[in-house]
């Protein structure tokens, strides 16, 4: 099954069951995240689908698609977790994963135009994210498998100049309405995480390709990991890294220019598509355009 | 005025005004950061006090108190903040401040007994804390500094271990339950968050004393900093820093031991009094106690 969250308003939105590419049947929650809260939302949302009367189905077009899970009350991000990139940049696999968190502001639409103010190098990291489908703590890996509800796709899109200011990452990783997650989820039982290709392409070029059998640390792996310091609950989302073909790796570094378009793909869940408009560097005290963090359903964000 | 957050069920909380030690006037908003959100809060607040009647008055010990601000939006913190104790490690200022995130999970009452385990190292970090009181997007320090709403305690207790087993602190700094809060929140016109001495103990033997007019980036900056990139909302915290005298920093290392009684104090705010259990180190595949993420009332919590 592929769940979705579908914008109904400004600052609102419903899940839905994804029957199609474009069509959905609304469900009685206000999010993806939230179905997943409900006990048996599993049979429900089935159920639902098979006696759904013509007249609930509704067309959506993916610009009112917003991030998958709008509200999770964690998003954590791994980094460094492409083993055959680390080696082939001639270094050691880690012993443990870098981990790094974002705010649910952080997130975008999957169609939505990301624009981003202050940043000069904003770069791109094609993801594979898991969702957690129920509460975890201090997990092992067989226990945190169990609990996945399914996967999606995000691109960490990373204001590089920001992130290596200093030695911790995150102001670089948590620019608001920065980070497209979608643009389903689709659900464990259908889609294997380790056993997918995640592609990046910038303006129609494929510029990252990876293969999560390389990660050296897997989605349960993950999971069971961060949950023996943190409590992972339903709706908590986790990306699981970037394969090689980032633009700050390459020679010399590439960034993303004022309106280009960034797509993130995985078979089974589909695709992201992003245009990135990027606002002069203005410095602090200088007027700038209003940037206002926006919520998942502010239809300023849409292309 | 003092806001607090009290405890009135296992998973329910009332935002509330402090008249004197140990002594509130319940509000009717769910805790002092919902209360921020709520325009003229302050008015109300004070006419509430004003027309109080006897008996709306409780008394209530510290243990029924929640982390001040139990679900901001966003918890923010600045490391490498305390010139004096930078210079005298010999080094230089920093241009930019450093930044992580913690979650709402993290933070605990203040005086909460904290629970670690899986950690074999953990460290104290008294800190001011500031609480933003209106939206913020881009703004300058002016407008961040108007936009303050008060202050508050943490002590951001810190895994050392974990911190230092990536390049990324966020796995050492965001153990549930960990981060006291409080015990109230100090109004910004009566309290000066650049003019104050903030002091830690372990076990009575004081061993952090800084002074925040040594901060490189005072409160308002930071607030202004980080409204760069993302948007800050009533109720947000940013930890600015702790001073020298942090037990990782000590010939040899430190390391507080089960059962050490942790003590955060700066005059005008209070104290936080937190006794730490530390279960031993099992690692992730041995049967482990339950260490369940405790909401902001869950009375397991309470020493």
Redesign the interface.
């Known amino acids: 099954m592929k769940l979705a969250t579908l914008r109904t308003g400004p600052r609102s939105t419903m899940a839905a069951v994804q029957l199609e590419a474009g069509t959905y049947l609304p469900l009685p929650a206000a999010d993806a995240g939230a179905l997943l809260a409900v006990p048996d939302w599993r049979a429900k949302a089935e159920e639902a689908v098979r006696t759904a009367v013509s007249t609930a189905v509704v067309r959506v077009p993916d610009t009112e698609l917003a991030p998958v899970v709008p509200r999770p009350?964690?998003v954590i991000c791994c980094?460094?977790n492409y083993g055959d990139h680390i080696q082939e940049m001639g270094r050691e696999l880690?012993?443990?994963?870098?981990?790094?968190?974002k705010?649910?502001?952080?997130l975008a639409g999957p169609a939505d135009r990301i624009t981003v103010?202050?940043s000069d190098s904003v770069d791109w990291e094609a993801e594979l994210a898991v969702v957690v489908g129920a509460t975890l703590?201090?997990a092992?890996e067989d226990q945190a498998e169990a609990a996945i509800a399914g996967y999606t796709m995000a691109n960490d899109v990373s204001?590089r100049d920001?992130q290596r200011?200093?030695?911790?990452?995150?102001?670089g990783k948590?620019?608001?309405a920065s980070t497209p997650l979608g643009p389903v989820l689709a659900t464990a039982d259908e889609f294997d995480g380790t056993g997918v290709e995640v592609r990046g392409y910038v303006n129609g070029e494929l510029v990252q390709r990876g293969h999560t059998r390389t990660l050296v640390f897997g989605p349960a792996r993950l999971l069971?990991?961060?949950s023996?310091?943190?409590?992972l609950r339903p709706g908590d989302v986790v990306l699981t890294g970037t394969p090689g073909g980032v633009g700050m790796g390459m020679v010399p570094p590439r960034f993303l220019a004022d309106g280009d378009v960034l797509v993130t793909e995985i078979d089974g869940i589909g695709r992201l598509e992003n245009q990135v408009r990027i606002q002069p560097v203005g410095g602090?005290?200088e007027p700038?355009p209003?940037?206002?963090?926006t919520t998942t359903a502010e239809p300023a964000a849409r292309s």
């Not at 705010?103 to 952080?106: L, Q, S, Y």
């Not at 209003?290 to 963090?293: I, L, R």
Request: glycine share 8%.
């Open positions: 009350g964690k980094g460094l880690p012993e443990y994963p870098t981990l790094f968190a705010f649910a502001d952080t103010a202050g703590t201090r092992d204001m920001w200011r200093t030695l911790q990452w995150f102001q948590a620019f608001d069971s990991y961060i023996q310091f943190t409590t602090m005290r700038a209003a940037f206002s963090g």
